[in-house]
């Protein structure tokens, strides 16, 4: 987490922006959950600790600059999470029913077959992938 904190810390300081005892804890919260989170449920994470006002200018600050990757989903709710060069790739499967959203990472060989994919489904050349993410919607088994 230390290594990660100093990252974040050497990113926010080349656009000026400060690393607040606020960001530090949003940070930890997102390193410890097992998914993307939405603020709401960020709010709950850090107790209501941070302003909801304040958690989502955080929010808005760490993603514009790249700290952290939103994502779309279930009915129209964000969930953010530390962003790929951070944490590593991964891709996520979408509960559609309470909208958990859970991290996997595939072996490295599925990897490959999704790179492969990719790469065919991008092939004409008019367009150039700079990455990929899957997320496999389903019912959890909580909802199940």
């Keep these: 987490m230390a290594n990660t904190?100093?990252?974040?810390m050497q990113r926010l300081g080349e656009t000026g922006i400060r690393y607040s005892a606020?960001?530090?804890a949003l940070i930890r919260a997102l390193s410890k959950a097992d998914g993307p989170r939405s603020a709401a449920e960020l709010y709950e994470d850090l107790g209501r600790t941070i302003p909801l006002s304040?958690?989502?200018r955080s929010l808005a600050i760490l993603d514009k600059t790249e700290v952290l990757s939103p994502h779309h989903?279930?009915?129209g709710v964000t969930?953010?999470?530390l962003a790929e060069w951070l944490t590593g790739h991964h891709h996520h499967l979408v509960c559609i029913s309470c909208g958990t959203v859970d991290?996997?990472?595939p072996p490295p060989d599925l990897e490959a077959d999704l790179e492969s994919v990719v790469k065919s489904l991008t092939s004409s050349g008019r367009f150039f992938p700079r990455g990929h993410a899957l997320e496999i919607e389903?019912?959890?088994s909580e909802c199940a």
């Design 138 to 140: 389903g019912i959890c």
């Design 54 to 56: 304040s958690l989502y």
């Design 22 to 24: 606020g960001r530090k």
């Design 103 to 105: 991290d996997i990472t």
């Design 79 to 81: 969930r953010y999470e």
């Design 5 to 8: 904190e100093q990252l974040i």
């Design 73 to 75: 989903g279930v009915k």
